[in-house]
């Protein structure tokens, strides 16, 4: 392996590359465009593009592609070679501003959610010169916009980067009353964890489920789970080690700050944390980061499992979404420091965190909704789908002396005595960490703990973004009309957390008491996706989004109608999966060994010896085929009654209600037969051989 410093980013056109190759008047003058976020110039687009041509030429990219994120939940791309003819019957390899700044791909054949009709088919990229372009497979990658011919956003970068302008806007009028003359721009900062399954390659491509749908759709417990808690930071297999080694490797050469990675809880699973970076940036580096983990995962001989439930009864995968506010002159708005009760403009940001999770619950859980997230929120391995927030015990004495007026003392400094003098001592943490809360301080930043492991971070980071950019509004147009700054400034947290403080539960989110003490504080409890897309285009929510310039009113509803849309065609896939795993190896595998236990009896019955173990199981097999085939008839029947519902919602409701919970039915008598029927006749690998199939 290269030297790390020299691999890290060598595939990326970044600040250094940049500063090496452009003149330095084209140089300052997107670094203006990067940092202040103002429009590029065509002249300087040109040398920027031939600069970044002649750079990926020499690092044997063939192709350029506007590099862009639909609302696919993936990555799209659309390959341009750099040749281009000179009339003499030779090339050119070329490459102009025009083509950096703007692509022009088929807008019409990506989810609209009616926002486009499929004759109207034009619709155009742009260059987001914030997120350095790439080098991937030999194709020279721009990160970019992607919007319809009308100029609605048809992707999630888009209104990201609008929601981070918002929040901008709205942290910089309180910097302002608070004398931070140096700041010009606040950006929001995100660290996503991220969690996944490794299971060999042979086993996978065994298994249609996994190939349809992402996740098993059957699967008998195996003997052994996650019970003694061996797996998780255990020793890294051989297999995993020499994959997490590539991966690394693969992730530095695109700038991708890969940094911490270990065995998670359920057996087969495992994480990786990026250092944290900017928002936009952060979002492009864990799409590709999903990517790649697929692409090596196959170059070693595995598949890489992103689905938030692959594996019933172990944990699903989560990505745990820690986001913070950062100044361009280095400082974290949300560093309490030594003395955070004596931290005014820190309060501030808290408080107006605080009362943007609490008025917004329904927001931050439709960000969240997914068919495959539905089977993790609320059991024991992830947040509830009740949204709270843990500020530990230091910050909850703080906030209630604030609201008492009571005078807080601080907590006390505790040296850790392990008790062997030969381990160094060290100062004990104010406050303990809750693993179970959905959105948690953990001191300095937020943890946003509720994300499935395959969704883009693009759509909780736009609703975090713009939610505490409205709390900082009103919060800026109360302090500016102030007569007495101090007076009202205390006058306004305090108010804060007396009217929010029902939001703050630093307690256990697993336990049923919490649900009990959540619907007596009035909080949300919306277990489902249908349950909780709606909220998305309620009034609130649409003059929240359209006031702060995030998302026009158009632009909410096509999204609400293509998250339904991806709920239903979710479940209805995952049903069709099943009644063909089914009908073409369930029953198959079941006949054959009812045959071979016929055989059995009728040939000792010939013998006059006993058979009552081939009877019983044979009569108990036969009852559970039966049950299994008339649950089979009545999914099959679901399926077929969703054709005649047109109403969305009504629609979203009946897959959950009516297919789904069919094929939870149908899975219970699967699994119990797999349970019973020989491993000679099932064919379809079983938990205990995918779970522990990498060494």
């Known amino acids: 392996m290269k030297n790390i410093p ?49 750079w990926a030429l020499e690092h044997g990219a063939t192709h350029f592609t506007h590099w862009f994120q639909p609302m696919t939940g993936v990555t799209a791309e659309k390959h341009d070679s750099f040749i281009t003819p000179d009339g003499n019957g ?76 918002a929040l901008d806007k709205q942290a910089m009028r309180i910097l302002k009353l608070f004398g931070n003359e140096d700041v010009t721009r606040v950006l929001t900062t995100v660290g996503p964890e991220q969690e996944y399954f490794l299971i060999d390659k042979e086993m996978y491509l065994a298994r249609p489920d996994l190939i349809y749908t992402g996740r098993t759709l059957f699967g008998a417990k195996p003997p052994k789970g996650q019970e003694l808690e061996d797996h998780y ?4 297999k051989p297999r995993v080690s020499a994959f997490m080694k590539d991966l690394d490797e693969e992730l530095w050469k695109l700038g991708i700050s890969a940094k911490t990675k270990h065995n998670e809880v359920a057996p087969a699973q495992h994480e990786l944390a990026p250092v944290f970076s900017t928002t936009n940036v952060a979002t492009d580096h864990n799409q590709l980061t999903m990517e790649i983990m697929k692409k090596v995962a196959d170059r070693h001989g595995m598949a890489c499992l992103l689905h938030e439930k692959p594996f019933a009864g172990v944990n699903g995968s989560g990505k ?20 955070p009760y004596e931290n005014a403009q820190f309060l501030v940001f808290l408080t107006a965190v605080i009362k943007a999770v609490d008025e917004y619950q329904d927001l931050l859980r439709v960000s969240v909704a997914s068919a495959g997230n539905d089977h993790r929120l609320g059991a ?62 953990t001191g300095n930043k937020f943890e946003f703990r509720m994300l499935g492991s395959t969704v883009s971070i693009a759509g ?9 950019a409205e709390e900082l509004r009103q919060f800026a147009d109360q302090l500016e009309k102030a007569k007495d700054f101090k007076a009202e400034l205390q006058k306004l947290i305090k108010k804060t957390i007396k009217e929010h403080k029902r939001i703050i539960f630093n307690g256990d989110g697993y336990s049923a008491e919490w649900e009990k003490e959540a619907a007596k504080r009035g909080l949300l409890n919306l277990k489902t996706t249908p349950e909780a897309l709606p909220t998305f285009i309620s009034k609130k929510n649409i003059k929240l989004f359209t006031q702060h ?22 479940i209805h896939i995952e049903a069709l999966t099943m009644i063909d795993m089914v009908k073409k190896s369930v029953i198959p595998a079941v006949l054959g060994y009812e045959n071979e236990l016929m055989s059995l009896v009728s040939g000792k019955k010939a013998l006059s010896v006993s058979c009552s173990l081939e009877e019983n199981l044979l009569d108990k097999i036969s009852r559970l085929a039966d049950c299994m085939y008339q649950k089979l008839g009545v999914l099959e029947n679901a399926v077929l009654g969703a054709d005649e519902i047109t109403d969305t919602q009504e629609l979203g409701t009946y897959h959950r209600e009516q297919i789904f919970m069919n094929m939870q039915n149908l899975r219970e008598t699967v699994d119990e037969l797999e349970a019973m029927v020989s491993s000679e006749y099932w064919t379809l690998p079983t938990y205990g051989e995918m779970l522990y199939s990498v060494l």
């Open 320 to 339: 745990h979404n820690n986001w913070s506010l950062s100044t361009d002159t280095g400082k974290n708005l949300l560093d309490p420091g030594e003395t």
């Open 233 to 236: 930071f255990g020793a890294l």
């Open 460 to 468: 909780p980071n736009i609703i975090l973004n713009t939610i505490v």
């Open 549 to 570: 310039k995030v998302y026009t009113e158009s632009e909410m509803r096509s999204r609400y109608e293509i998250m339904m849309e991806n709920y239903c065609k979710t």
């Open 90 to 165: 030779n090339v050119l390899m070329e490459f102009s501003g025009k083509e950096l700044v703007k692509g022009e791909p088929d807008a019409s054949s990506f989810p609209s959610g009616g926002l486009r009709a499929t004759f109207e088919a034009r619709g155009y990229t742009a260059w987001d010169p914030t997120s350095y372009a790439f080098i991937k497979d030999g194709t020279l990658c721009i990160p970019t916009a992607f919007c319809s011919y009308s100029g609605e956003a048809l992707d999630k970068k888009t209104p990201l980067l609008r929601s981070m302008q």
């Open 380 to 441: 024991n391995e992830a947040p509830p789908a009740i949204v709270s927030m843990f500020v530990g015990e230091e910050l909850e004495g703080i906030l209630e002396s604030i609201e008492s007026g009571s005078v807080y003392h601080g907590a006390e400094k505790v040296q850790m005595e392990i008790g062997a003098t030969v381990l160094p001592h060290f100062a004990k943490d104010t406050t303990d960490r809750n693993r179970t809360s959905p959105f948690a301080f």
């Open 6 to 54: 020299e691999l890290f980013g060598s595939m990326v056109f970044n600040d250094r590359v940049m500063r090496d190759r452009l003149p330095k008047d084209i140089y300052k003058a997107l670094k203006k465009t990067i940092k202040m976020g103002q429009h590029l110039e065509l002249d300087v687009a040109n040398v920027v593009a031939n600069a970044m041509k002649e």
